[in-house]
């Protein structure tokens, strides 16, 4: 529909008792073009100030909650949004709105992306960061499962998918204030499996373990509140360490004997929570693991000299 049309809609939804919107966004308003692949129609597109404006004519824009549609150009329609604001006067702070950055959810459902995954994560980070600062009462980043229930998945596919896309968006859902520190810690991960797993043997083996077993660790941490925290307090503590050996700067960073016993604590709460369901196989790969490590040799080694060690494990493939 056009703004006008939309705005007309809503206004009446409103009147008739609904207490908050949701908006769905056509192609232009999520930065893509309109005959990329797995273009559609529908939706609204907020191209710029004038069309928000238009289709939020008569909402109060700090008195219900906004809810646009999960996407990857969540700097845009923040940026657009904040100037309406402005424009009527309405302190940011104060408006629920959720901008749903998913860039995951937004690939699948849309099959394109404004830039690339690379530019997602970069755009993910800043957006947090800013969130953290002008957006007291609102959320930045989404985990749309609706996506995979759309295309036909059933409930657990749904759930693993939300829970599996990006393991770091668990710890959003703590209440710590960690946002910023999980989107960073995201865009590290991603960095180690691009610019580290995939250039070695060792790395390859340790990326396809992982996803022979990620819907079953996704699926356990939904379950255990315990082993959901553990993993977050081990890619917490570990992402500075992995940073700087990212951007050859390992050999100032030192693993402690700390570090080392949260990851053998976490990988044996791995295997008797994978034990206690019902599982097995991951139980058992984790333990084939746990057992090629000498452990007490990782203590005080820099995060360069972790990385050789781990490099040049040797492996049962």
Same mark, same amino acid.
């Given at each position: 529909?056009?703004?006008? &049309?939309?705005?007309?809609?809503?206004?009446?939804?409103?009147?008739?008792?609904?207490?908050?919107?949701a908006?769905?966004?056509?192609?232009?308003?999520?930065?893509?073009?309109?005959?990329?692949?797995? #273009? $559609?129609?529908?939706?609204?597109?907020?191209?710029?100030?004038? $069309?928000?404006?238009?289709?939020?004519?008569?909402?109060?824009?700090?008195?219900?909650?906004?809810?646009?549609?999960?996407?990857?150009?969540?700097?845009?329609?923040?940026?657009?949004? #904040?100037?309406?604001c402005?424009?009527?006067?309405?302190? %940011?702070?104060?408006?629920?709105? &959720?901008?749903?950055?998913?860039? @995951?959810?937004? /690939?699948?459902?849309?099959?394109? /992306?404004?830039? +690339?995954? $690379?530019?997602?994560?970069?755009?993910?980070?800043?957006?947090?960061?800013?969130?953290?600062?002008?957006?007291?009462?609102?959320? *930045?980043?989404a985990?749309?499962?609706?996506?995979?229930?759309? #295309?036909?998945?059933?409930?657990?596919?749904? /759930?693993?998918?939300?829970?599996?896309?990006?393991?770091?968006?668990?710890?959003? =859902?703590?209440? *710590?204030?960690? %946002?910023?520190?999980?989107?960073?810690?995201?865009?590290?991960?991603?960095?180690?499996r691009?610019?580290?797993?995939?250039?070695?043997?060792?790395?390859?083996?340790?990326? *396809?373990l992982? &996803?022979?077993?990620?819907?079953?660790?996704?699926?356990?941490?939904?379950?255990?509140?315990?082993?959901?925290?553990?993993? =977050?307090? @081990?890619?917490?503590?570990?992402?500075?360490?992995?940073?700087? &050996?990212?951007?050859?700067?390992?050999?100032?960073?030192?693993?402690?004997? =700390?570090?080392?016993?949260?990851?053998?604590?976490?990988?044996?709460?791995l295997?008797? $929570?994978?034990?206690?369901?019902?599982?097995? =196989?991951?139980?058992?790969? %984790?333990?084939?693991?746990?057992?090629?490590?000498e452990?007490?040799?990782?203590? +005080?080694?820099?995060?360069?000299? /972790?990385?050789?060690?781990?490099?040049?494990?040797?492996?049962?493939?």
């Amino acid at each position: 529909p056009s703004p006008g &049309q939309a705005n007309r809609d809503l206004l009446e939804d409103l009147n008739e008792g609904a207490t908050g919107c949701a908006i769905e966004l056509g192609r232009a308003a999520k930065g893509l073009d309109s005959e990329g692949a797995g #273009a $559609t129609e529908g939706g609204i597109d907020v191209r710029d100030l004038a $069309t928000l404006e238009k289709l939020l004519d008569g909402v109060y824009l700090d008195a219900i909650p906004i809810a646009f549609e999960s996407n990857a150009n969540g700097l845009a329609l923040a940026a657009t949004f #904040a100037a309406l604001c402005a424009e009527r006067g309405v302190d %940011v702070n104060e408006c629920q709105v &959720q901008l749903a950055f998913d860039p @995951v959810a937004a /690939l699948a459902r849309d099959g394109a /992306l404004p830039g +690339d995954m $690379t530019d997602a994560r970069a755009e993910l980070v800043k957006l947090a960061s800013h969130s953290r600062v002008h957006w007291n009462r609102g959320t *930045s980043l989404a985990v749309d499962a609706g996506v995979w229930h759309r #295309a036909g998945g059933h409930a657990a596919q749904e /759930l693993g998918k939300c829970k599996s896309h990006c393991p770091v968006y668990a710890s959003l =859902e703590t209440g *710590s204030g960690g %946002v910023v520190e999980a989107a960073e810690t995201a865009h590290v991960m991603y960095r180690v499996r691009d610019e580290r797993l995939e250039r070695s043997p060792n790395g390859r083996y340790f990326a *396809s373990l992982f &996803q022979e077993h990620r819907l079953r660790m996704a699926y356990l941490m939904v379950l255990s509140a315990e082993l959901r925290h553990a993993a =977050e307090d @081990v890619l917490l503590d570990f992402t500075p360490g992995l940073r700087a &050996q990212l951007d050859g700067r390992g050999a100032e960073v030192m693993v402690s004997p =700390e570090m080392v016993g949260q990851v053998a604590e976490f990988a044996n709460l791995l295997i008797e $929570t994978d034990l206690n369901h019902g599982g097995g =196989e991951l139980a058992e790969a %984790v333990s084939r693991e746990v057992e090629r490590v000498e452990w007490g040799a990782l203590s +005080d080694k820099n995060f360069d000299e /972790l990385w050789l060690y781990l490099d040049t494990l040797p492996l049962d493939r």
